[in-house]
């Protein structure tokens, strides 16, 4: 029998697939993969849920959550030997797919270009928080997160009048 | 360039994967090996799985 705490954490995590699923697409390729960190990340919010009850928009605590999750795994994974390959591959699905035009794909493409830290500030940006939001939820300074959202805007300006064919 | 021509497409991403499914059973499974990590857990939360299925088909 279900305790009402996973009766309710179960609720939280059917309201939220959405994003759960679209961070791991965002940072990994593989299935086995995507399977693996949405798992690392059940399990992180299980973890903190007892403080999920004290804030007050869900949609904010998820994400922290989630993308400290991702974060921390990546970190861990760059330590290890043979972490290149796998950014190679990683790099070369995403070459295959860059002559499309269509918002969804290009919204992908440019996240997959952006190192790890720059994603997680790209999609809560897309999710419509602020700086000073986002650096409270990864855990960075306001002025780290102007910083890296001017690179982020520049690395977008250079990719785009590389690839003129995906401007409009 | 404005990052904000990209919000439709984030939110379209997000309803497009909010049509798969995440499996109680695959939720309650992770959240009872809490002390397992990484290729072990899934291996010990599909092992679960297949054991809840076996339970119910028997």
Same mark, same amino acid.
């Not at chain 1, 759960?20 to 798992?39: A, N, T």
């Not at chain 1, 007892?50 to 007050?56: G, K, L, N, V, Y």
């Given at each position: ?53 004290a ?8 994400y ?37 035009d ?67 | ?6 919000? =439709? *497409? ?16 695959e939720? &309650?499974? %992770?959240?009872a090996? =809490? *002390? ?17 299925? &076996?339970? %119910?088909?028997?």
């Amino acid at each position: 029998m279900k305790s009402p705490s996973k009766t309710e954490f179960l609720k939280m995590i059917d309201m939220h697939k959405g994003i759960i699923h679209s961070l791991c697409s965002l940072y990994y390729q593989s299935m086995e993969d995507q399977k693996d960190v949405r798992q690392d990340i059940i399990l992180q919010l299980w973890k903190a849920f007892p403080s999920f009850r004290a804030e007050a928009q869900s949609g904010t605590w998820l994400y922290r959550v989630a993308l400290n999750t991702i974060l921390n795994k990546k970190k861990q994974e760059a330590r290890r030997p043979g972490h290149d390959s796998l950014t190679v591959i990683e790099q070369l699905s995403f070459s295959a797919v860059t002559q499309t035009d269509d918002d969804l794909q290009l919204l992908k493409q440019v996240i997959a270009q952006l190192p790890d830290l720059e994603k997680a500030i790209m999609v809560l940006h897309l999710e419509g928080y602020q700086n000073k939001e986002i650096a409270q939820m990864l855990n960075l300074s306001a002025s780290n997160i102007s910083t890296r959202m001017h690179r982020i805007k520049t690395r977008l300006k250079e990719t785009f009048k590389s690839q003129p064919y995906v401007t409009r | 360039m404005s990052l904000d021509r990209f919000k =439709p *497409a984030w939110q379209q991403l997000k309803l497009n994967h909010s049509f798969e499914s995440i499996s109680h059973e695959e939720v &309650l499974a %992770v959240i009872a090996q =809490p *002390a397992t990590t990484g290729k072990y857990r899934s291996l010990m939360v599909n092992l679960m799985m297949l054991l809840t299925f &076996l339970m %119910v088909c028997y």
